[in-house]
């Protein structure tokens, strides 16, 4: 597996991720009254998973997220939107009217309340399958080759490349 | 303030001007990496410069002067901007990295 040699990016990119996350939860918790929600919460996470893998090449960065983890996410997500709509079906109201969880006679305030919760949990799920497919959509592409995965090849690509490039 | 901000993001908004031919006429792929990198965090700037901008609107429509929360947006903006900047960079030099490894290994066969 390929392993970018420089040892600033590296750092850099380990720092990076945690920050990254954290600012695709702030993001996702902002969606109602700032820019993003959980599509672009979960294309920004899922980008922290593309950093790791681009720097500590494709083996590495699929530990954190692997197939199998990956596979189940993306539906979870979809089933706690539609499940959120379809609770709120059982409660008596529309799909997706998240005034049914605190039912019709609750005073403005918890109906209030109810929304903003609901609208967290529907984006959460968007959240979660956008990450997880953005994820394996990029892992899959960059899927490397059989062979290059046994060679194990870590040239170090240094200033003549550069030069070569012109 | 108004007026300095703005004069400010002209300012920055002229070094992407002149950064710009190097993005286009290279000579090098490095070059054009390196000036595309340089754009994008100039953009970081402007980006938090047209928020400051809309909170001296604010100000001179009556806000508070403090009152910087109406910049949040743009800073979201500009923050989600300097992290997808950085990766995509990351993202191209591993590509061209790989490419010169690749027509090496040819040569080398």
Redesign the interface.
Known sequence: M?E?PSLI?RY??RR?VP??QL?ALY?LG?GED???GGF?GGV?FA?SF??MG??YGWGRGREDCPERVADVIAPAGCLLYAGIGAVCLLLGGAFLQYEAFVGVDADHHAKHHAHHFGLIGIELGVMLTVTASMVTLFFEMARPDDEEVADG?A?E?DAE?????? | MHDVHLAVAILVLLGVLTTLPRAIGG????DRILAVNVIGTKTIVLLALVGFMQVDLGVSKGAAVGDYERA??WL??A??YA??N??AT??VL?F???R??E??GADAS
């Open positions: 390929t970018t990016v850099v990119a990076a920050f990254i600012y993001v902002h700032g820019p993003g672009q920004i980008s593309v950093l681009l720097v090849v040239e690509v490349g550069e030069d070569a490039d012109a | 000579p090098t792929l490095m949040g947006f979201d903006i923050l989600a992290l997808i950085f990766i990351i993202a591993k061209l990295e790989r010169v490894r027509r090496d």
